[in-house]
């Protein structure tokens, strides 16, 4: 089941469960956190099956956020005359998820997305991963390693400062 839609003067090819990117959607056209498409051009009836829809059709989605794609770099050029010229764009979109396609009296919804947790950040989980018994290990192995530094970085610093006098 899919249907074909306009939205910000191009066509897309849409199912349940779909995630597009349209043209920036303004404030008004969103309600909730959905938007709904009603200029529905094609919706496909079972297989191999296609029509124009003649009654209302309808295509409902959920907002899944505002973005801005790749910079796209416009450049020119004139030879023999010294003129170049370049810059970027980026574009702004909207990301939307198609939760349901409705025409004839039939809804096609898309399943329900499971919750997505979030993962834990990395100064916190290495803080939990961290026992009491660990932490006097590591001090412990500390002024040990400084020595070393120490005394490896002696010897270099006086071999650049008899470089720097020889200059």
């Not at 969103?30 to 009654?55: H, K």
């Not at 412990?140 to 490896?152: G, H, I």
Request: aromatic share 6%; hydrophobic share 30%; net charge positive.
């Amino acid at each position: 089941m899919y249907a074909v839609i306009r939205a910000g003067g191009k066509q897309y090819r849409v199912a349940p469960g779909d995630v597009i990117r349209v043209e920036k959607l303004a404030d008004e056209q969103r309600q909730d956190g959905n938007v709904q498409f009603s200029e529905v051009l094609l919706v496909s009836g079972g297989e191999g099956q296609a029509s124009r829809p003649q009654s209302q059709a309808s295509v409902t989605g959920r907002v899944l956020g505002d973005g801005r794609s790749d910079k796209v770099l416009v450049f020119h050029y004139k030879r023999k005359k010294q003129y170049k010229k370049m810059y970027g764009h980026r574009q702004p979109y909207t990301a939307v998820r198609i939760t349901e396609i409705a025409f004839d009296g039939q809804r096609f919804t898309a399943p329900e997305e499971p919750e997505r947790k979030a993962k834990p950040k990395k100064a916190a989980a290495e803080a939990g991963t961290e026992t009491e018994s660990a932490q006097p290990q590591a001090k412990a192995a500390s002024p040990a390693k400084k020595a070393k530094t120490k005394k490896s970085a002696a010897p270099k610093g006086k071999a650049s400062a008899a470089r720097k006098k020889k200059k």
